[in-house]
């Protein structure tokens, strides 16, 4: 009873407030952590990002003619260019602690490089290879100039301004969740192997640091590591005690700890180099093929970039700070054309759920993981023990990272009125769309071997099943299109749509967190007056 005897009054319950920055992150991008713990943790990057390096090569070069030795020496480039990506985009990019690796999103255009009907007189195995090869330089050359062009000159930037927190959900949550078909179905492909590994991964990094208080986060910072280590270790026992002796010849591919081929093909020491396969060839239908391609993995960068800069607890990306970050993307696909690297770039999903994992964003420890993908790219021999590692392990990691990075897109919901029908709508329909539509592209092309569009022209083929076949890319633009054209100039919607948080990070300048962020080194910023 209160005094005078008024009954007490009940505490209402509070909601949780908006946090612009996530809470609870060990180290900002700008907060190293001591040295000794960096490198691990920029070598647990690399062992990640390695899994992207190793399939997408592992997959194309026996198409295209190669062998072990031009699979090994694709690796390296795909890994050496990586390396220097990712230095360019911390340092002078987005300046996010993000990883520029390869892209899933280029496959389906290199393989109608590859099945191109020009390449088939070719007997030479050897030959054939490299003048496919050539062929996809050029066309990742002309396809680099689209996100140059928009990240540069500032139009990128004029794009990412009507951005909204009920837009970004979508585009955010399904950059991750969409690419669950690398998760459990990589893990089953040997599910001995990659069963311990995510029961693993999740009971080292979720349980252990609540059973074994020490207070230091060794076993939920650095749980990759202890755990591939393991697993990789039992998988060598598997094999070298004869549990796959007989099996099929798919099983022992995806379990064997020996089968990869890339530690006697690779060289001790090689270092790659720009036009290493030969003069790139360009076709005009292909190019335009791989610039769609190019621009579906402008939208999930996009997409990617903010959930780095959430895991890495900065402040909302300014469209000037988004817009450079594309442009220097544009730079890493060029890149990728010139070195040879069979595939574009794009920002790798899986090392952002890292961040998320190891509550960790520092900038520097990104840029010691790119020295680790230089060193390893040039000492051949050493980089391909790592790529050996069995893709089942890496799947297993896979089922981690990309549901952090589309839980780092829910969260967004924060700033939205949830309460909203059009917030409910907007946000109900872009990801039932954004499954949906890509769900029936591919469904078509596994069972018809082509795509719902299949005319003569393979290049028109691939610039509308491609972007129609990415989850994040069908829902981050319908829901950019509803949330714009869907009364948006009614105050109240403007706040149910959460803009209202968003619009004073317009401009990083003025705002001393934006600025301590994202700002340029070398007093480079007023190089980029446009971005």
């Not at 990586?82 to 002078?92: D, K, M, R, V, W």
């Not at 020009?118 to 100039?145: H, N, W, Y």
């Not at 549990?243 to 700890?257: E, H, I, M, V």
């Not at 924060?414 to 029936?440: A, D, E, H």
């Amino acid at each position: 009873m209160a005094a005078g005897g008024a009954p007490a009054k009940a505490v209402e319950p509070q909601p949780h407030p908006p946090k612009e920055q996530l809470p609870n992150i060990s180290y900002c991008i700008t907060s190293p952590p001591p040295w000794p713990e960096a490198i691990l943790l920029g070598f647990q990057h690399y062992l990640v990002m390695l899994g992207t390096i190793v399939i997408i090569p592992s997959s194309l070069v026996p198409q295209m003619g190669g062998g072990n030795e031009e699979k090994a020496k694709v690796i390296q480039t795909l890994l050496f260019v990586a390396g220097l990506n990712t230095l360019l985009q911390s340092l002078f990019g987005s300046r996010l602690p993000a990883v520029i690796g390869g892209s899933y999103t280029f496959v389906p255009t290199t393989i109608s490089i590859i099945l191109a009907g020009r390449f088939s007189d070719t007997s030479d195995p050897v030959e054939r290879f490299k003048r496919i090869m050539r062929a996809i330089q050029g066309s990742l050359i002309v396809a680099s100039t689209l996100q140059i062009v928009l990240g540069f000159s500032g139009l990128w930037r004029n794009v990412t301004r009507f951005l909204s927190p009920l837009s970004v959900v979508p585009l955010v949550s399904l950059v991750g969740f969409g690419l669950y078909e690398f998760g459990f179905p990589g893990v089953a492909k040997c599910v001995e192997i990659g069963l311990p590994q995510l029961i693993l991964v999740v009971f080292v990094s979720q349980y252990m640091p609540h059973v074994i208080k020490s207070g230091k986060h060794v076993f939920d910072r650095f749980a990759v590591i202890f755990t591939v280590v393991i697993v990789w270790i039992y998988a060598h026992l598997l094999t070298v005690g004869g549990a796959y002796n007989g099996k099929a010849q798919k099983t022992q591919l995806s379990c064997r700890t020996d089968r990869a081929g890339l530690i006697d093909a690779a060289p001790w020491i090689r270092v790659p180099y720009p036009f290493q396969w030969g003069a790139p060839s360009f076709d005009a239908g292909e190019a335009f093929a791989m610039m769609m391609a190019s621009f579906v993995a402008l939208v999930e960068s996009t997409g990617a970039f903010i959930a780095v800069s959430r895991y890495a607890s900065a402040t909302p990306m300014p469209p000037s700070i988004l817009s450079r970050g594309v442009g220097w993307q544009g730079v890493a696909i060029l890149l990728s054309g010139l070195f040879g690297t069979v595939n574009g770039s794009s920002v790798s999903v899986e090392n952002a759920g890292l961040l998320a994992l190891t509550r960790v964003g520092s900038r520097r420890v990104v840029q010691i993981s790119a020295g680790f993908m230089i060193f390893f790219s040039i000492l051949g021999k050493f980089g391909a023990v790592f790529a050996s590692i069995p893709a089942p392990i890496i799947a297993a990691l896979y089922c981690l990272f990309f549901a952090y990075v589309g839980a780092g897109g829910l969260s967004f919901l924060q700033f939205c009125n949830l309460n909203s029908f059009r917030t409910k709508f907007i946000l109900g329909f872009s990801v039932f769309m954004g499954l949906s539509v890509p769900q029936y592209f591919n469904e078509y092309t596994a069972i018809n071997g082509y795509g719902p569009v299949h005319t003569g022209a393979r290049w028109f083929n691939d610039i509308v099943n491609v972007p129609l076949s990415s989850e994040a890319f069908v829902a981050g633009c319908l829901a950019y299109f509803l949330d714009n054209t869907l009364h948006r100039k009614d105050s109240a919607i403007r706040k149910d749509r959460g803009k209202h948080w968003w619009d004073k990070f317009r401009s990083f300048k003025g705002d001393s967190r934006s600025e301590e962020f994202y700002s340029l080194p070398f007093n480079l910023n007023k190089y980029f007056p446009s971005v």
